[in-house]
Nanobody, 120 residues
Framework: QVRLVESGGDLVQSGGSLRLSCAASGFIKDYYSAGWFRQAPGKEREEISCISLIDGSPYSADSVKDRFTISIDNAKNTVYLQMKSLKPEDTAVYYC?????????????WGQGTQVTVSS
């Protein structure tokens, strides 16, 4: 069973940067994609970035693609989300997840989440 542990969430001022990490343990080779999602209070969870675990090709939602970058370090089994120019509306719990689908289809394993708070 794969276990995902997110870290890097923090309180940051508007315009600041953070890097989130998602460390995977277990047999990750059964999974084909990994993604970052977020859920703000009172809102539905949304997908923000996805990366192929096969070839590393990334995808990011239009709302963040100019500010957020997803990447992977295969040697460390860790997926990162580099966030810059943060805005108060980026405040949310950020989750990583992995999927046996190629493009972050239904996600199979979720981490516990890490809180990102952006102050104005």
């Amino acid at each position: 069973q794969v276990r995902l542990v997110e870290s890097g969430g923090d309180l940051v001022q508007s315009g600041g940067s953070l890097r989130l990490s998602c460390a995977a343990s277990g047999f990750i080779k059964d999974y084909y994609s990994a993604g970052w999602f977020r859920q703000a209070p009172g809102k539905e969870r949304e997908e923000i970035s996805c990366i192929s675990l096969i070839d590393g090709s990334p995808y990011s939602a239009d709302s963040v693609k100019d500010r957020f970058t997803i990447s992977i370090d295969n040697a460390k089994n860790t997926v990162y989300l580099q966030m810059k120019s943060l805005k108060p509306e980026d405040t949310a719990v950020y989750y990583c997840a992995v999927s046996t689908s190629l493009s972050c289809g239904p996600m199979d394993i979720w981490g516990q989440g890490t809180q990102v708070t952006v102050s104005s």
